[in-house]
């Protein structure tokens, strides 16, 4: 069973707009991820946000946090085309490094 | 950039034969994680590694498969026989985990897409 479920499935938006992806898990974490993953390529990690951060920020990258409602939330400010992709949250468990991934946002943009 | 990569890209064979998929992690790695991924089930981990040694294949069906790490710049998933429904995706990762449980970023490969006829 997935750990974390992102909502929604799928967004379209124009460019310049922003984008939210939202992520909820089910038992408790020491870190949340996300992770984009262009077509027919690898994911590539995005963001980790620990237990103990409510919020944090990597350049047009904006990711929260709430422990206490089991979710996370991934926004895109002045979104490009390039930003096209699937966004994927994931979490470890509290004692392991396997990650658990969600199903997915597929975000596109454009132009 | 340092890159993981994954070897082949793409494969398709008949059911029956067997699959080997291969794996360079990034130099100084610590962890090896094989995911595999499909429309219907996502992404799903098949195995996990640390300095080369299994440390979770429990998502991964014994019965056919396996995975391996010879040296600690090679790591290998085998399948055999393939069947039709092991078309898939498959991922590898790697990480530099200081010490166990620390939880930190996952760099992946391109892929290798199979498809079994």
């Known amino acids: 069973s997935q750990q974390g479920e992102e909502d929604p499935q799928a967004l379209s938006i124009q460019e310049g707009e922003n984008a939210t992806m939202n992520c909820s898990y089910k038992t408790s974490i020491n870190n949340l991820q996300w992770y984009r993953q262009n077509s027919g390529r690898g994911l590539v990690h995005l963001i980790l946000?620990?237990?103990?951060?409510r919020e944090k920020h990597s350049g047009r990258l904006r990711v929260t946090l709430d422990t206490s409602k089991k979710s996370s939330s991934l926004l895109i400010t002045a979104s490009r085309a390039a930003d096209t992709a699937s966004y994927f949250c994931?979490?470890?468990?509290?004692?392991?490094?396997?990650?658990?991934f969600g199903g997915g946002t597929r975000l596109m943009v454009k132009p | 950039d340092a890159r993981v990569t994954q070897t082949p890209r793409h494969k398709v064979t008949e059911m029956g034969q067997e699959v080997t998929m291969r794996c360079q992690p990034i130099l100084g790695h610590n962890t090896v994680f094989w995911y595999r991924q499909t429309m219907m089930q996502g992404l799903e981990l098949l195995a996990y590694f640390r300095n080369r040694a299994p440390l979770d294949d429990s998502g991964m069906p014994k019965d056919r498969f396996s995975a391996e790490m010879p040296d600690a710049t090679l790591a290998t998933l085998k399948i055999q026989p393939s069947e039709p429904r092991d078309s898939a995706v498959y991922f590898c990762?790697?990480?530099?985990?200081?010490?166990?449980?620390?939880?930190?970023?996952?760099?992946f490969g391109d892929g290798t897409r199979l498809s079994i006829l």
């Open positions: 946000i620990r237990s103990n951060e």
């Open positions: 990762a790697s990480g530099l985990d200081p010490f166990r449980w620390s939880n930190q970023p996952q760099h």
């Open positions: 994931a979490t470890p468990p509290l004692a392991g490094n396997m990650l658990t």
